[in-house]
């Protein structure tokens, strides 16, 4: 695909729209390869991808239902019919990857997570590119304290996010945006 065509093709696509089947081992290498090119201030290459395959990503889908319980048990509200479908579908995910930042101090850490999020979208565009699909989710309480001990970071680390991605299937719905005139101050 033309490089224009790709970037603005890009989408967020759900696991649901995944039919459960794995990406090859390949074609995600190609896509953290990709990743691993992102432009870093003084070269820190600070991304951190923590790679879960079906095997091995049930056990973070249950820390996610469990910590989601647990916050509709804190406000009195129940679990419904739709979230337990909400985290089924998570599980037909091809692979769930952690995202996190390492701080080194050699830069400021703005420019650290901005690297990442740089690494994030060369990961996504190259999975895209190869027919997959995915979408970043800084959702199920990824910024709090229990999230941090249970991706194993240290002190010098932050989580950012998990990467959802599968064999997409069906229509994927468009995206939208406001017109780039309203974001750019010609000077
Ligand atoms: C840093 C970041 C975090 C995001 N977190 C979530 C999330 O927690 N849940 C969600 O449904 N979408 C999340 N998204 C996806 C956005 O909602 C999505 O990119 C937006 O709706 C535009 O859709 P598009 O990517 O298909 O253009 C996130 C995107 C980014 C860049």
Known sequence: MEVQELLLNRRSVYPRQYNGTEIPKEALM????????????????????????????????????????????????????????????????????????????????????????????????????????GYWSTGNGIFTEEMHTYMGLGAEEKALGYFLCGVPEGVIPPSIRKPVDEFVIWK
């Open 30 to 133: 190609k896509a953290l390869e990709a990743a691993n090119w992102a432009p870093t201030h003084k070269r820190t290459q600070p991304w951190r991808f923590f790679v879960y395959s079906q095997e091995n990503m049930q056990a973070l889908v249950d820390q996610w239902i469990k910590m989601a319980k647990r916050n509709l048990e804190a406000k009195g509200e129940e679990w419904t019919e739709a979230a337990e479908k909400k985290y089924a579908a998570m599980r037909q995910s091809s692979h769930i990857i952690g995202i996190a930042c390492h701080y080194t101090g050699l830069v400021p850490e703005v420019e650290e997570t901005c690297a990442v999020a740089a690494a994030v979208q060369n990961f996504w565009l190259s999975l895209q590119d190869q027919g997959y699909a």
